[in-house]
């Protein structure tokens, strides 16, 4: 007889009924790690899965098979087109460091250009003359 203290007060989570359900035969599972010489033997039945063979054909003559492309080559040419546009547009984006050597070039040119206009503003712009200090009046 159980106890009526250790008994449980309780319903068994949900988790507890899947298991119960799960199907388990250990000596399957013995099987399966049964050690060969070719290894553990797998779980999956060996029964026949796959399609009956055609029939033999006896005269020798074959199916005409139609020329065509092969089934999804269309997917590697949609892959190879996606990869080119991907690298046409790479190659078209400037490199970040050609850019700033640009700017680098352009703010230098600019800076030049500004101080030739400075100099020749200098040498534009008339000299005060200042009267001798001794002819004051």
Not at 77 to 88: G, H, L, S, T
Not at 105 to 121: C, G, K, T
Not at 122 to 128: H, N, S, Y
Request: charged share 20%; aromatic share 4%; with cysteine.
């Amino acid at each position: 007889m159980i106890d009526e203290a250790k008994r449980p007060t309780e319903p068994p989570p949900d988790w507890a009924y899947d298991w119960g359900r799960v199907p388990y035969n250990p000596m399957e599972d013995a099987r399966a790690f049964n050690m060969t010489t070719s290894g553990p033997s797998p779980m999956t039945p060996r029964g026949e899965t796959a399609a009956p063979a055609p029939p033999a054909n006896t005269s020798g003559w074959q199916a005409e098979h139609g020329l065509g492309p092969q089934p999804g080559i269309n997917l590697i040419d949609r892959m190879c087109i996606n990869a080119d546009q991907r690298e046409r547009a790479q190659a078209q984006r400037p490199d970040l460091m050609q850019v700033m050597m640009m700017m680098t070039q352009q703010q230098n040119q600019i800076i030049a250009a500004l101080a030739a206009l400075v100099a020749r503003m200098e040498d534009q712009t008339p000299k005060k003359v200042s009267a001798p200090k001794d002819k004051q009046p």
